[in-house]
């Protein structure tokens, strides 16, 4: 049976050290929008914890309908059947979403949920879809969140971690795109491009500096 989720995936490198993950890496960066989220849910008397926890299942599921599809499989409902009705329900309504991006944009898949470790840089992450759209190499990142805020967004920073890990492998990528589909029935779906890669680059490969070091820093007994 398929995993329930991937959000703890363990990678390792050719010498069977774990390495971290590319949403591992990008959550070195500070994110004090976060702060007052988590306030406000808690003054409605949510539990922030379980909140999240239920989004990020969602996002699972989803991903879970989007690979099915693209692969011309039927749902596994042995699988389904270990989440909530709420979560499914909402998954299916995002899935909706990425059935109408089927229909708008010609997407050939080539990868899908491609698990890839670096061979020098040292970190892994799972690739949501590799393929070809329109005659370029496209990466598209698969986002159940409620907004994408610009181009300065972290999500683009995790997407350049995923372009790093395809070229690392041989892959050409042309575009990192994010396809954010929406988790209410009003809301449809996002397809971003994304613009200023290098320098998406240039910030993971700091984060990943800083979460090293980091490491080094909180080993005990030096």
């Known amino acids: 049976m398929a995993k329930k989720t991937k959000a703890h995936q363990i990678y390792r490198d050719r010498d069977g050290n774990i390495v971290p993950g590319v949403s591992t890496v990008v959550n070195t960066m500070d994110k004090p929008f976060l702060v007052p989220w988590a306030n406000k849910l808690g003054l409605q008397g949510?539990?922030?914890?379980?909140?999240?926890?239920?989004l990020a299942e969602v996002g699972t599921v989803t991903h879970k309908f989007c690979e099915w599809d693209l692969l011309g499989q039927q749902p596994d409902e042995e699988y389904l059947a270990e989440f909530s009705k709420d979560v499914r329900d909402r998954a299916e309504t995002c899935f909706l979403k990425f059935l109408d991006f089927r229909k708008d944009l010609d997407f050939?898949?080539?990868?899908?949920?491609?698990?890839?470790?670096h061979k020098t840089l040292g970190f892994g992450g799972t690739c949501d879809m590799y393929g070809i759209m329109g005659g370029r190499a496209v990466l598209i990142d698969i986002k159940t969140a409620k907004e994408i805020y610009g181009q300065g967004d972290t999500k683009f920073t995790q997407t350049a971690g995923y372009k790093l890990l395809l070229e690392d492998e041989g892959h050409k990528v042309d575009d990192c795109c994010i396809l954010r589909l929406g988790r209410s029935e009003d809301e449809g779906y996002e397809f971003i491009r994304g613009t200023r890669m290098d320098d998406h680059e240039e910030r993971f490969k700091i984060c990943l500096d800083l979460y090293k070091i980091n490491k080094v820093l909180s080993r005990r007994g030096d």
């Open 108 to 117: 050939h898949p080539l990868l899908l949920e491609a698990q890839l470790v």
């Open 46 to 54: 949510i539990d922030v914890s379980k909140y999240v926890d239920d």
